[in-house]
């Protein structure tokens, strides 16, 4: 019995002495991103001119991000939330509004990527990158026409497809060769949306995340549906050859999406968190970025530099999608009681 | 001694902090509905549990378990003769195969994988060697074989080292009077090796058993996720779906299946030890 209190003491504690080691007086920002997507040594810089010190952790999904800050027991300072990610952060209260005086940069942005939909008074997010899914492919392995959603469920290339293990482009890239929003709220259509999913699964190769481009571009596979960074990529690669790999944007209309920069309530040093984000605003930092990562930036002068430097990018759907396309994309929203419906359809379509 | 007892506290509190506390969350999120930040505000339910009887979720529970009884399998064909090779192995030698046993489990279980994906994969280094020599191509990743492949690679070493340290404490003296007595190697090796090793077979067993039973990541990465076993279930519903209540329910049933095929295993080694035992006294 003894023992047992003695146990529980110690635990105690313990449990009591563990928030309290944050106190420090030392700031360290504690950045949450995407993987691969952010040109490490910005971060270096940012620590240079400032002396703030960064703890640099990543994600590979908004869902997992998301589990992770509601969960709760973690303090993150900056994170990178997509679009419709933003308004369920919003919604669920999980951000605090930002203090443009300590962001001037934002000036810079692009008055196109200000008032959207998803934060529509600008109160939270700050956009960070930009860019849509569509369908990455090897012109060698693939006679007919991609531009089109329909290949993903061409039976003629079956093995060969790899589909997003993601729930949002999966039941997105299948209601939309429907014909439907990729935001949809039907029950019908939904039903519909995971009917052919689950038609497609015997023509798909493997349900991957970010493995889709290496298979890709390593031959293993002809067409899988991914972000278009990841074919900026391989365009940019300086070492290797992949002419032969070509990214196109369904002309149905795709997924538009927007990265954004918010600070969590759990943030623990605001101020200099906004610094981080004005950081990453400025233009020549925001174009060193754009052009490692691979993105478009929605900084309007990092963007005119690329187009000084390399004007033909512009010229490919990956990093420039036409703006008839553009007009008639989605941008997510977010799902509210839906969410847990897209889940389960999808969790059935993986597990059938 | 008795003092030393207090160097074990430590242990008991990290226990309780990271083993009993969380135990006791997964299993009120499995009987609860609600908010999961508000223990106060759970009510109860047994909706997950009715989840996981539905049948398709019932099914990726049997394939957890036809895959992991498989690999086991084959861990322990391929593994027990390799086990009894390097116990017979002279010293120097023998050093060397545990080293080629331990070196790979040195480097990340992840980034083992993804070294499988290189070599598995369609274009990969396996049918490039093939169509080299001109043989057909293989075409098992993403599949179920390939999972299997992996499952078998990274848990091999868990059934050999155990069956090798059985092996290599048995008497030789009981090898030296079966062989007196008139007994061939076939039948020294069924009447005392095999049965002398069976503590060894079960640990391996269990050892095996248990981290395929459970495993994720390796089907999502060589199966392509169309062989989703239990363990990604319970990962997709803490991970992406924001489900703790499912995701706990599917690790109380694992947990539950897992306790059952141990005391299985339990009573076959006790059973065993007993008839070494007897075979002593005769």
Request: net charge negative; with cysteine.
């Amino acid at each position: 019995m003894k023992k047992i209190l003695v146990v529980i003491t110690i635990t105690a504690l313990l449990a009591m002495a563990l928030p309290m080691s944050g106190c420090g007086e030392k700031v360290v920002l504690n950045i949450f991103n995407w993987g691969e997507y952010i040109d490490e040594s910005l971060l270096d810089l940012f620590e240079e001119r400032t002396g703030i010190s960064i703890n640099y952790k990543t994600y590979d999904t908004n869902e997992t991000m998301l589990a992770k800050l509601e969960a709760g027991g973690s303090s993150y300072d900056v994170v990178f939330p997509s679009d419709y990610a933003v308004s369920e952060m919003i919604r669920k209260d999980l951000l605090l509004p930002l203090d443009f005086d300590n962001i001037p940069n934002f000036k810079y942005v692009d008055e196109r990527f200000k008032n959207l939909e998803y934060d529509p008074e600008n109160k939270y997010s700050v956009p960070y990158f930009w860019g849509t899914i569509g369908i990455l492919y090897n012109k060698n392995m693939v006679d007919d026409p991609a531009d089109t959603w329909e290949i993903l469920w061409n039976p003629e290339y079956a093995g060969q497809i790899l589909m997003k293990k993601d729930v949002r482009d999966a039941m997105g890239a299948a209601l939309k060769r429907l014909g439907y929003s990729m935001n949809s709220r039907n029950d019908e259509e939904l039903q519909q949306a995971q009917q052919a999913l689950m038609e497609q699964r015997k023509l798909v190769a493997g349900y991957y995340g970010d493995e889709i481009k290496d298979l890709i571009a390593n031959g293993d596979a002809a067409i899988g549906l991914t972000y278009s960074g990841d074919f900026m990529e391989l365009y940019w690669d300086e070492e290797a050859d992949f002419s032969h790999i070509d990214f196109v944007v369904p002309r149905e209309g795709t997924n538009m999406w927007f990265d954004t920069m918010v600070i969590p309530k759990s943030c623990r040093y605001k101020k200099e968190a906004e610094m981080f984000i004005n950081f990453m605003l400025d233009p020549d930092v925001a174009y060193q970025n754009a052009v490692t990562i691979g993105y478009p930036s929605p900084v309007t002068e990092a963007l005119e530099m690329i187009r000084e430097e390399d004007p033909e990018v512009f010229e490919l759907d990956a990093f420039w999608p036409d703006d008839e396309i553009i007009s008639i994309s989605d941008v997510y929203v977010d799902l509210g009681d839906y969410k847990s419906i897209y889940n389960q359809l999808w969790t059935e379509v993986l597990v059938d | 001694m008795k003092r030393m007892r207090i160097l074990a506290y430590p242990y008991s509190v990290w226990m309780a902090i990271f083993i009993v506390v969380p135990l006791i969350l997964v299993f009120l999120y499995s009987f609860t509905e609600g908010d999961i930040r508000n223990l106060a505000q759970l009510k109860f339910s047994t909706r997950s549990y009715e989840r996981v009887s539905e049948p398709i979720y019932l099914k990726v529970i049997v394939n957890s378990f036809i895959l992991a009884t498989l690999s086991t399998l084959f861990c322990l064909a391929l593994g027990y003769p390799v086990a009894m090779i390097v116990a017979r192995a002279n010293p120097k030698v023998r050093s060397m195969l545990l080293m080629f046993l331990i070196v790979p489990m040195w480097m990340n279980f992840l980034l083992r994988t993804y070294a499988w994906m290189s070599i598995l994969s369609p274009n990969g280094f396996l049918n490039r060697l093939l169509e080299f020599f001109g043989l057909p191509r293989l075409e098992i990743m993403p599949g179920k074989t390939a999972v299997l492949l992996g499952m078998i690679y990274n848990f091999l070493p868990f059934m050999i080292l155990p069956i090798y340290t059985v092996l290599s404490k048995i008497d030789k003296q009981y090898l030296e009077a079966a062989s007196d007595l008139g007994a061939n190697k076939t039948r020294t090796f069924f009447k005392i090796i095999l049965p002398l090793s069976i503590p060894g077979v079960v640990s391996g067993i269990t050892m095996v058993f248990l981290p395929a039973v459970s495993t994720f990541v390796i089907s999502g990465l060589l199966g392509g996720g169309k062989t989703p076993l239990i363990g990604d279930l319970i990962e997709q519903q803490f991970m992406w779906e924001g489900n703790w209540h499912f995701g706990s329910s599917l690790s109380i049933i694992l947990m539950v299946m897992i306790l059952i095929s141990m005391a299985i295993m339990s009573r076959i080694d006790r059973d065993g030890k007993q008839d070494e035992n007897g075979h002593a006294k005769a």
